[in-house]
């Protein structure tokens, strides 16, 4: 079988020019089908301005049989598109959704308009689930007996029951060798993504990850680990990010794996991972072993330093533990992006002026300010809604972090937007600002786009769409999406007192997505 795995442009813009990294789900699938099946992996963030053109020349010279589509919510838009087009060349292709939207909105799709495109939607870790239909489908078995399947079948949408979660010693290492597109970059360095656990345990209410996962964390053996970074060098690359949800909840486990890497030497791969504050607090000696261990640059959950705002995001008492934790990572020549979030429900207009000011005080390297976004059923959603301070409640193509898509009790998003903007001139344009940060030393071939994306926040940010992916879709032929079809809301199943993204009242319990979240 001839199988074009797809992965969506979309992506806030203030990462063009700065990072383009490829799907690593895509080659975890690709890695673990059995039999002699022809893969292309195509990255379509490496087209994001001719993404239907790259994709069209996929379709007629590789002519694929089954088309499969990652997506995350904001990017719902595009994988209909995507869908669409590929069945507009291809009348006979059978088309596959998987990945964090297709997981959680299982029944939405196979109750709405999106039938019509995703003729199977894989729902949870789709390593498992995506060799078994494919294999169904060679021998012509019986699709039902495939756990975390939903797909159509005849007038009908069928959804089996949840596949449980795969055991990370049985999934097989990624195949990155049918990727169409080549060189990928972080900050200008040739890059690639690797993973070294699964899951998250913390209770934060605005994280998403948890329908995926549940309540749950999962390692990968650190022989593997050190194995993939191998392979990565070994394919060209010079730095590797860690898309782990929270590589360092086990703080002593990491601190294990950083000496690996140094043993192994693999260190000299710029490594970059997202870190929670907690479990670097309790070990501060953990910075200084990623140091050693390759690790150049983190990303830190910091999200606020108003105890009020944490307690509502569920890290409650961080606040005095972040500065020793940035100051330990920076005093080991980490450099340190610092996380933060603005537009919480109480939120006034000085509270919001003062995140940023708490960027500069607490000596990060740089910060990135993103608005509480309502992402689909997160428990955060479910209380915003509640509240009545959700804005923008359907149009996902919005939902990159940065566009307000709430208010708060005392602001409008509109306000939102203009504090957001120009608190942040105030900040990103600081000569002091400026020169502390880490990335310009580091990275100083970037100089210019990161400039150039100081600029675009302040034109982007008073048009109220900040950073809005900047990706066209573009196809040379007519798509037939199908009627009614409003992106990226589910009309046609929407009654009053419904949440237009759950398509039911938020307070009902999913009986397939909810048992597979613990």
């Known amino acids: 079988m001839k199988i074009l795995l797809v992965a969506m442009p979309d992506s806030a813009s203030c990462f063009d020019h700065i990072m383009e990294l490829p799907n690593l789900g895509l080659c975890c699938l690709a890695g673990n089908l059995d039999g002699g099946h022809e893969v ?21 010279e590789f002519s694929p049989d089954l088309v499969g589509i990652s997506a995350m919510s904001f990017q719902i838009g595009s994988a209909r598109k995507t869908a669409a087009l590929c069945k507009a060349l291809l009348p006979k292709v059978v088309t596959v959704l998987g990945g964090y939207h297709a997981t959680i909105m299982w029944k939405e799709i196979g109750d709405g308009p999106d039938r019509d495109l995703f003729d199977f939607v894989v729902r949870g870790e789709g390593e498992a689930i995506f060799n078994d239909l494919v294999r169904t489908l060679d021998s012509r078995g019986d699709l039902g007996a495939i756990d975390g399947l939903s797909y159509r079948d005849g007038a009908e949408y069928r959804h089996n029951p949840p596949a449980p979660l795969l055991e990370l010693g049985d999934i097989r290492p990624p195949d990155r060798s049918g990727r169409v597109s080549a060189r990928f970059l972080w900050m200008g360095r040739p890059f690639d993504v690797a993973e070294t656990s699964r899951g998250c345990t913390m209770p934060c209410g605005f994280c998403s990850i948890r329908r995926m996962y549940g309540k749950t964390f999962r390692l990968y053996s650190d022989e593997r680990v050190v194995e993939d970074l191998r392979a990565i060098k070994a394919g060209g690359a010079q730095g590797v990010l860690f898309v782990d949800d929270n590589v360092t909840l086990d703080g002593p486990r990491l601190k294990e794996l950083c000496v690996r890497f140094e043993r192994e030497k693999v260190n000299d791969l710029f490594i970059v991972m997202q870190a929670s504050v907690f479990p670097i607090a ?21 999200e606020s330093g108003n105890e009020r705002n944490l307690k509502v995001l569920g890290k409650s008492k961080q606040s005095t533990r972040t500065g020793k934790v940035v100051r330990a990572l920076r005093d080991a020549g980490i450099i340190v992006i610092g996380g933060f979030i603005v537009g919480n429900p109480d939120d006034r207009e000085e509270d ?61 998003d509109k306000d ?103």
């Open 40 to 60: 292309r992996i195509l990255d379509l963030v490496k087209h994001r301005r001719h993404a239907a053109p790259a994709l069209e020349r996929q379709g007629r």
């Open 282 to 302: 309790a070990d501060l000696s953990i910075a200084e072993a990623m140091a050693r261990g390759g690790v150049k640059m983190v990303f830190l959950g910091i």
């Open 352 to 412: 919001v002026r003062a995140t940023y000011r708490y960027v500069r005080e607490i000596g990060v390297d740089h910060g990135i300010v993103q608005c509480l976004t309502p992402y689909p059923k997160t428990e955060l959603r479910r209380q915003l809604l509640e509240r009545g301070l959700v804005t923008n409640s359907d149009d996902l193509d919005r939902y990159n972090g940065f566009i307000p898509n709430v208010r708060t009790e005392h602001l409008s």
């Open 416 to 518: 939102l937007a203009r504090i957001m903007t120009g608190a942040g001139i105030r900040l990103y344009w600081n000569p002091r600002y400026i020169f502390q940060n880490g990335i310009w030393k580091a990275c100083p071939a970037q100089t210019f786009w990161m400039l150039w994306n100081n600029i675009k926040f302040i034109f982007t940010g008073y048009a109220g769409r900040m950073f809005l992916s900047r990706h066209r879709f573009e196809p040379s032929i007519p798509l037939n999406l199908p009627a009614g079809l409003r992106s990226p809301s589910y009309p046609e199943i929407l009654t009053p007192g419904k949440d237009p993204v759950y398509g039911r009242h938020p307070d009902t319990t999913d009986p397939v997505a909810g048992s597979m979240a613990g």
